[in-house]
């Protein structure tokens, strides 16, 4: 079964430099959710998208920006990069649904950013 | 606002040992609860979920069971194994209109030592 596609799964950039990460879901799911985890810590929400519209906003830092397109995938670009933006980023695909048996999220295995 | 709440780690057991996480939450509807886990180095993997009140989830001997009342779904394994070192996420989705919502708690750090 297909799952959360995440690209690059590696990446290393230098201060002030920018990033792209992606995140594909699952067919068909339209809702997707950006997670920062950095070293031992526990995932940060940092923004959430449904049908193409941002629907949650955590603590994305104002030099971080993100959209999902027409074929739901999400990209997050990360501007200006800190020494502290290293970390696993992760996102998570749902389906919006009124069934209970539905509203299971599934993860992507993430982007590690190191930032030297 | 909707939250959740589990027991702080890190939990250092034996192996063969029984493993208790508390997980409580608070809701504005009727969430789905979950248990993810997360092994070193790796993403966030569902563990096991229960969508209303009473269901039990249960997978790899890991259970738990949702308690409207006492408003919890603590994750229990009876016998841990190494392999069980983790961190285990306590979750809760609701159904919103724009898009489900997904609220973690903090994360329970577990170390099984042979």
Redesign the interface.
Known sequence: AAGVIQSPRHLIKEKRETATLKCYPIPRH??V?WYQQGPGQ??Q?LI????K?Q??KGSIPDRFSAQQFSDYHSELNMSSLELGDSA?Y?C?S?R???R??D????????TRLTVV | GDSVTQMEGPVTLSEEAFLTINCTYTATGYPSLFWYVQYPGEGLQLLLKATKADDKGSNKGFEATYRKETTSFHLEKGSVQVSDSAVYFCALSLIKAAGNKLTFGGGTRVLVKP
């Open positions: 339209d809702t959710y526990d995932p929400f959430s998208f449904y049908e519209m629907s949650d696993l992760f998570a749902f919006h649904s009124s209970l048996s509203t299971e999220a599934f993860f992507g295995q993430g």
